[in-house]
C-alpha cells in the first residue's frame, strides 16, 4: 500500500491508499463515517468529502471541535454531519443510525485511541465496504490482545500514552469474523485495511496475514519523563511491559509480555532499528 500514499487531510498517506481503493471498488454508496477526528482538520476522509463529494458523518467527544467543524466551511459547503459524543459500546449503533445513511456504507474509519476494538466488535448497524481501524503496533503481530473495556478510558490519563488500542491480531481476527479480509497497513503503521469479502473480486491486491501486513509504527509516541527522553524502537515496547491487557482468544485478562514482542519481530525482520 506503501506505493500509492499520499498525504492531503491525512495524518500520514491514508488519502492516497483510500483514493487508490475508490479506483477499483464497485462502492455502491459514496458515504462514510469517522470519529476519533478532533477537529477535522487532519482526517483520513476530509480529502473523500471534498475531492469525491462524498456524504458523511464524523463524531467526536470534544463539544469544541466538533464547534470548530460546524463553524468551518467544509461543514456548509458540503454534505458532513457533525456529531459531539463521546463514543462507547453502548451508543455507538445509535450514533450511525441517526445518519440514516444505508447500511453497506462506504467506508468506516476508527480512531479513538482506545477502546477501538470494543466499538468496532458492537458495531451492528452497518456494513461498509472498506474498514480502516488503527492499531497499536507495539502489541506486535502475534498477540490477540486490546486494552480492556472502560467506557470513560482516555489515552494517556491511566496508563503511559503509548498504551492504548488494539493489536493488528486482535483487529484482523475480529475482521474475519465480520466477513473482511486484510489487504495490510499504512507505511507510518497505524492504520490497518480491511475490504468486505465480496468486494475483493475488484482489487488488484490479494489477501494478507496479520504477519505480511504488519507494519512497526514510525513515529515517536512514548515519552520518558524520568529520563526526559523520547523512546524509540524497542524502548517503545519495553515501556508498556507487564500492562494489563485482554486476551481476544481466551478471553482472559494477561500481561504485556514485552520480550516476547521484541523477539518475534527482531525474527521476523519487522523493526528497521532496535
Known amino acids: 500500500l506503501a506505493e500509492v500514499e499520499f498525504q492531503v487531510f491525512s495524518q500520514f498517506g491514508d488519502d492516497g491508499i483510500i483514493q487508490w481503493l475508490l479506483q477499483q471498488l464497485p462502492i455502491p454508496n459514496k458515504t462514510f463515517i469517522e470519529f476519533g477526528v478532533e477537529d477535522y482538520r487532519e482526517a483520513n476522509t476530509r480529502f473523500l468529502l471534498v475531492n469525491n463529494q462524498w456524504s458523511g458523518l464524523v463524531i467526536d467527544g470534544s463539544e469544541k471541535n466538533v464547534g470548530t467543524i460546524k463553524a468551518d466551511q467544509v461543514h456548509t459547503f458540503f454534505d458532513l454531519q457533525a456529531v459531539h459524543s463521546f463514543i462507547t459500546v453502548a451508543n ?45 503496533s507495539l502489541f506486535g503481530f502475534e498477540q490477540p490482545c486490546t486494552i480492556e473495556y472502560k467506557h470513560d478510558f482516555v489515552r494517556g490519563k491511566d496508563f503511559p500514552f503509548q498504551f492504548y488500542g488494539t493489536s493488528l491480531k486482535a483487529a484482523y481476527d475480529l475482521a474475519k469474523e465480520k466477513g473482511y479480509s486484510f489487504i495490510g497497513c499504512n507505511s507510518a503503521g497505524n492504520n490497518a485495511y480491511f475490504i468486505r469479502n465480496p468486494f475483493m473480486q475488484y482489487l488488484s491486491i490479494k489477501e494478507k496475514t496479520a504477519s505480511e501486513g504488519y507494519v512497526f509504527a514510525n513515529f515517536t509516541e512514548a515519552f520518558d519523563a524520568t529520563a526526559g527522553e ?24 494477561e500481561k504485556v509480555d514485552a520480550a516476547a514482542i521484541k523477539q518475534s519481530l527482531i525474527d521476523n525482520n519487522k523493526l528497521k532499528r532496535f
Not at 236 to 248: A, D, R
Open 230 to 253: 523520547w523512546l524509540r524502537g524497542i524502548e517503545k515496547i519495553m515501556s508498556i511491559n507487564g500492562l494489563p491487557v485482554f486476551n481476544t482468544e481466551t478471553n482472559t485478562m
Open 92 to 136: 455507538i449503533n445509535e450514533l450511525i443510525s441517526k445518519a440514516r445513511f444505508a447500511k453497506e456504507v462506504g467506508i468506516l474509519s476508527v480512531d479513538i485511541d482506545g477502546n477501538d476494538y470494543w466499538v468496532l466488535k458492537a458495531i451492528k448497524e452497518i456494513e461498509p465496504v472498506i474498514i480502516i481501524c488503527e492499531y497499536n
